[in-house]
């Protein structure tokens, strides 16, 4: 399956655990929408990647890829998992600028 690069990144990343890596790929005033709320501006984002991403040591495996959604298969240290997730794209520049997350 071929990603666009600021996805790729952002699946390198997040499977890496690696917070700073995942900070760099969101761009500037990016936006993430996940779990009811936004999440604005440095400071969330980054709460954001720790607290939904790093801490639960969550491993993405994609499954498909369309018009800017990314359906993967999440896992890590949470109840019920591995749950399937679509992740929809802003992507400006190689880097993410908008990201809505739901459950498929």
Do not use: C, Y
Not at 29 to 54: F, M, N, P, Y
Not at 71 to 94: N, R, T, Y
């Amino acid at each position: 399956m071929t990603l666009p690069k600021a996805v790729d990144n952002f699946i390198a990343a997040t499977n890496a655990h690696d917070a700073n890596a995942l900070a760099a790929v969101l761009g500037h005033g990016a936006t993430v929408r996940d779990d009811g709320k936004t999440w604005a501006g440095e400071a969330e984002i980054r709460e954001w990647i720790q607290g939904h991403l790093i801490s639960p040591q969550i491993v993405l495996s994609p499954t498909s890829f369309a018009d800017d959604r990314l359906v993967a298969s999440g896992d890590g240290e949470f109840p019920g998992g591995p749950l399937s997730f679509a992740f929809v794209f802003g992507i400006k520049d190689d880097q993410i600028t908008d990201l809505a997350i739901e459950p498929v």
